[in-house]
């Protein structure tokens, strides 16, 4: 594939276009590319970090990252529909999507290829499959290729907002609004590297909102996500001063939940061969319900 650098992209780092280019794949998967030589500037080969001219050539090769395999599990989890190119899984809280540093097994992935014979290698053999994740006490659907051509199409139609996704998050206290979008700038924590802040600069993130139900000391809320940033729901959740019920890394511990109450109740997308609209949702899971139920309604004010 060969691009030409745009007014908008030129002077940024050439792993930084890319990465604004291929969303599907992790920034550590572009730098390896780059190293192995499957990415050329102006027809050679060059650093990551290069700062890319206006009018220059990039020319890429998709390529797998070679790591450790991810072991086929028996994990439990609910396939809502499948085909020839692709699933939609219902992932239920606690479960984390993909083999990592930190977590070597027991993930989704490993599930996936337990049950699945054929994914999509464009994201690498530990993240067979992934076009998109949900955090591990995140609950509800997600979408997962079977080959690189739902891939890209999947990705594609996420990137450019074609793919829309809507999630429930019961939020601490209440809104003042019944409405409204939040639009800010999402970066790494200064603090905590393994969290995501409201910041100056970074990556835009656009999420929508509308109140659901309110209750006396909390509301029910749906989120519609314009991008798809790490923890997105749950930072802009923080930045209205209400964070989500659970969230232990961006509000409060909660007794007897396991996590935020936050669920992907909502997936629709063009489907990438038959390009037939294709939608699903999924009710919120019991733990999640009978939390709910126990609230009090919030007073009529007349």
Do not use: W
Not at 130 to 147: F, Y
């Amino acid at each position: 594939m060969k691009i030409k650098v745009m007014e908008t992209q030129q002077s940024k780092r050439l792993d930084m276009v890319l990465s604004d280019l291929l969303p599907q794949f992790t920034r550590a998967h572009i730098k390896k590319m780059i190293e192995e030589g499957n990415v050329l500037l102006d027809g050679k080969k060059v650093k990551a970090g290069q700062s890319v001219k206006l009018g220059q050539e990039i020319e890429y090769t998709i390529s797998q990252v070679k790591e450790l395999d991810a072991k086929p599990e028996q994990i439990d989890f609910d396939i809502v529909y499948q085909d020839e190119d692709l699933l939609v899984v219902n992932k239920p809280q606690g479960l984390v999507v993909h083999p990592c540093s930190s977590t070597k097994s027991g993930t989704l992935v490993n599930g996936l290829v337990y049950h699945i014979k054929d994914l999509s290698g464009i994201n690498g053999v530990l993240r067979p499959g992934i076009v998109h994740r949900l955090d591990k006490n995140t609950s509800g659907l997600m979408l997962v290729a079977k080959n690189d051509l739902a891939h890209v199409s999947l990705a594609e139609q996420i990137k450019n907002k074609r793919c829309v996704r809507r999630y429930l998050a019961l939020l601490e206290g209440n809104l003042k609004d019944e409405k409204g979008e939040i639009q800010t700038y999402l970066s790494r924590s200064k603090t905590d590297r393994k969290k995501m802040a409201v910041s100056e600069s970074g990556k835009i993130a656009i999420s929508q909102y509308k109140v659901i139900k309110r209750f006396t000391n909390a509301c029910l809320v749906e989120f519609t996500l314009k991008t798809g940033r790490t923890h997105q729901i749950r930072v802009h959740a923080k930045y209205l001063n209400h964070p989500v019920v659970g969230d232990v890394e961006y509000g409060h511990a909660e007794k007897g939940l396991a996590g935020q109450l936050l669920h992907s109740y909502y997936i629709a997308f063009t489907h990438p061969r038959n390009q037939k609209q294709m939608e699903f949702t999924i009710p919120l899971p019991s733990y999640f319900e009978e939390y709910i139920n126990k609230l009090k309604p919030q007073a009529v004010e007349f």
